[in-house]
């Protein structure tokens, strides 16, 4: 984690221009939380009256930071609100110290700003099972404080990331009874991607007007089938913390009913999730698997999630080798309903197997210079019923066992 690993091969040429929300300023330093001259602590303070919404992970182990977050989203209040996040260390499986560390670093924060500590929501990813030098944090506040800048969520991006090789960003803009309203986010995640509510680390914030409860139903439904269809490696991490704040600075007031605002967010919510995985360690290779046919949706993602995940089903994808047996496997292991007989299988627009037999037609040469592109397809059709969903996953290369075997060092 120490040496800056090198470009993902599918990294966007640039950090997007994201849109100015009002409301909103970053602010970043160096805190020396592990490592010395790094960028390593963000914070992000947002206008009185802000609605927060988050999901999180469902992990057992989920860590102090994420227990706080998830007892401090239902309060509503007037006051303004602020999100400060580390990188370096996950301040998981610290024990009441972690806990310590949370209120340590929650309530200074507060102080500083001049904020109900109830409204102060607080990140940290990076090495499990160190306690946090809380102290270093907060002996930063003021001069983070001093440097905020709304136009500071680059900044903000790149002083979270741990391995990730890019920083990641994604914004909209949308018209809501002919007066725009801007959604922006940045989002951190490389490995230990398996989502289980949410994801890594991600902050979105927009200018709607919008009440907390209807604000926590939209990111609760639009994460089902975002953040939630991605996996890197299978594994669900202890920080996941996915947090939308709604300033109100434009003040155009969002419901329920906004189908134009919800796919918006939906928009941002989904290009961060693909970035996240075009960013998986050691990746080589961007996939998406589309399964329809299924019995219901939820089965579809579980067969999705089986290919995606599948060590096997990944290795043959970073060697390209169009081993469509691994597929078929994948699906047969994965717990939902399967009919070999009805089962099909396709690799981008090449039919491979129909009914459950290879296709006469198949080509191996055809697939295989298809499986040399950059981005793939997986199409599996289950043939026993209307339900569908796609999830998205990257290779599996000698790249991953290199970052995690020195992660610590």
């Known amino acids: 984690m120490g040496a800056t690993p090198p470009l993902s091969p599918l990294a966007p040429a640039a950090f997007p221009s994201l849109p100015e929300i009002g409301g909103v300023s970053f602010a970043t330093t160096e805190a020396g939380v592990r490592y010395a001259g790094r960028t390593d602590v963000m914070l992000a303070i947002m206008a009185p009256g802000t609605a927060m919404a988050g999901v999180f992970t469902r992990s057992a182990t989920r860590s102090a930071a994420v227990l706080d977050c998830q007892k401090k989203i239902p309060f509503q209040s007037e006051a303004g609100a602020a999100i400060i996040v580390n990188s370096g260390n996950a301040n998981a499986f610290t024990g009441r110290n972690g806990e310590a560390a949370v209120t340590a670093v929650t309530s200074a924060v507060a102080r500083t700003l001049d904020l109900p500590e109830a409204r102060v929501f607080s990140s940290s990813t990076g090495v499990i099972g160190e306690p946090l030098p809380h102290d270093r944090i907060s002996?930063?506040?003021?001069?983070?404080?001093?440097?905020?800048?709304?136009?500071?969520?680059?900044?903000?991006?790149?002083?979270?990331?741990?391995?990730?090789?890019?920083?990641?960003?994604?914004?909209?803009?949308?018209?809501?009874?002919?007066?725009?309203?801007?959604?922006?986010?940045?989002?951190?995640?490389?490995?230990?991607?398996?989502?289980?509510?949410?994801?890594?680390?991600?902050?979105?914030?927009?200018?709607?007007?919008?009440?907390?409860?209807?604000?926590?139903?939209?990111?609760?439904?639009?994460?089902?089938?975002?953040?939630?269809?991605?996996?890197?490696?299978?594994?669900?991490?202890?920080?996941?913390?996915?947090?939308?704040?709604?300033?109100?600075?434009?003040g155009i007031r969002v419901t329920e009913n906004s189908i134009t605002f919800m796919e918006g967010l939906r928009r941002v919510m989904l290009d961060l999730a693909h970035q996240v995985v075009r960013d998986g360690e050691g990746a080589t290779k961007f996939v998406s698997v589309s399964v329809t046919g299924a019995s219901s949706d939820a089965d579809a993602r579980t067969h999705g999630l089986a290919i995606a995940n599948s060590p096997l089903v990944k290795t043959a994808i970073a060697g390209e080798d169009p081993n469509w047996g691994r597929v078929v496997m994948a699906v047969g292991k994965s717990g939902a309903p399967a009919d070999r007989d009805t089962l099909s299988i396709w690799f981008g627009d090449i039919l491979v197997a129909k009914d459950g037999w290879v296709n006469p037609d198949y080509s191996e040469e055809a697939a295989a210079a298809y499986m040399k592109n950059p981005e793939l397809d997986i199409h599996v059709d289950l043939g026993l019923g209307g339900g569908r969903a796609v999830v998205w996953t990257c290779d599996l290369t000698h790249g991953y066992i290199d970052i995690n075997a020195d992660y610590r060092s």
């Open 139 to 250: 002996a930063k506040l003021e001069e983070l404080k001093g440097s905020l800048d709304p136009h500071g969520i680059e900044n903000a991006a790149r002083a979270i990331m741990t391995t990730d090789t890019f920083p990641k960003g994604s914004g909209t803009q949308v018209e809501i009874d002919g007066q725009p309203v801007r959604i922006a986010g940045i989002a951190k995640g490389s490995g230990m991607i398996a989502p289980d509510m949410a994801t890594m680390l991600v902050y979105i914030f927009t200018d709607a007007a919008i009440e907390q409860p209807i604000l926590q139903s939209m990111v609760s439904a639009l994460n089902q089938t975002t953040f939630n269809c991605i996996t890197v490696d299978s594994d669900t991490s202890t920080s996941d913390t996915l947090l939308v704040a709604a300033t109100g600075a434009s």
